[in-house]
DNA sequence: TTTTTTGTTGATTGACGAGTCAATAAACTT
DNA sequence: AAGTTTATTGACTCGTCAATCAACAAAAAA
């Protein structure tokens, strides 16, 4: 039965199973045969193809993180003037595809893992710098000299709209969260010369 | 040796250390045996006053949440007029004793926590609850209408000063969380009419 | 003084899980 | 055809850990 050329088809299953695990279990208490089987293979294979757990981790974690800026990056590319640029990446952050419970759940879990871990602290701080960068870029020519600190603000205002998504239930609402980040920046933005 | 009257001074040991260890190690899996350690006494016998880890776990979330209401009121006693309140929260939010590296971990594994165990869950939505309300009642006479889309997003940004906290490095600075959350609500309140 | 209650632990149990390995099989190479 | 590489798994090892238990000690109650 083995067909050849299996290795990147069974590591993007372990790595979107892993994914679903974390998203599904909220918790970083998974087994890798529990991933594994969602994956439709066995323990062995997993550890045949990523070594070991954490490495698992680490991969699903730079898949998140890879599809959010890629979504990112594919908003930014239809936006014109730093007004709607910021608001495509408000608009990527909360997209249907990243706003998912299982999404953010697993987002939640990472930051727990970059307690311990030091790669995934330094995928984490990439994420941060990159968001920050990105948002400075846009805000400067709006708010000049206040543009540090209103990034800093934005940035973990989205952080703290994902992390009570976490604890909401019923279905996520990525417009009401959109909306709460443009009225943070929209009540800034208003004073034109102080 | 056995001295009586020992449960209470024995929980709250068992208390102290279980936040201490999940601080410490910025993460829920921590064994037992460690947490009784550090508390200066065996395994079994933290088995024997908390019947179980998760029950050690609840009662280590509940000392937290108390202390950060306490504090919370304690603050709101020597404040008047609503600026001067919401100032107050922000400060007991970010004040040292609760803006500790130790704490904050502990605050971000009971979001995990939480995903799992109900009771968790609830604990951490009475607190959202009280937040929210608190900042309501100070909100209204300066904005009204608007005073609750204000406090939900006061809500996230403090949670998400709190999540950004646990990443850096270097001594916490409550200073500067303080000043970014009151940023947030002094240039929303600046509109008088509208 | 016996008995009961409270405090305490070392040793044990039982489960579970990460990682390894030997074995099997299909596909490619020579 | 013989040998090599790739895919795959069941069974096993080894460690860890939550939870239990039997036993001991001291204070309090009887």
Known sequence: MPKLGMEPIRKAALVQATITEIGRTGS???????IAKRAGMSSALAHHYFGGKEALFLAAMRHVLSLYGAEVRGALLSAAGPQARITAILRASFSPTNFRREVVGAWLNFYVLAQTVPE???LLAIYQRRLRSNLLHDLRPLSGARAGELADGLGALIDGLYLREVLKDGPPDGEAAVACARAYLDSHLKEPSL
Do not use: F, G, M
Not at 28 to 34: G, I, Y
């Open 120 to 122: 995934a602290k330094r």
């Open 28 to 34: 970083l208490e998974v087994t890798v045969s529990q």
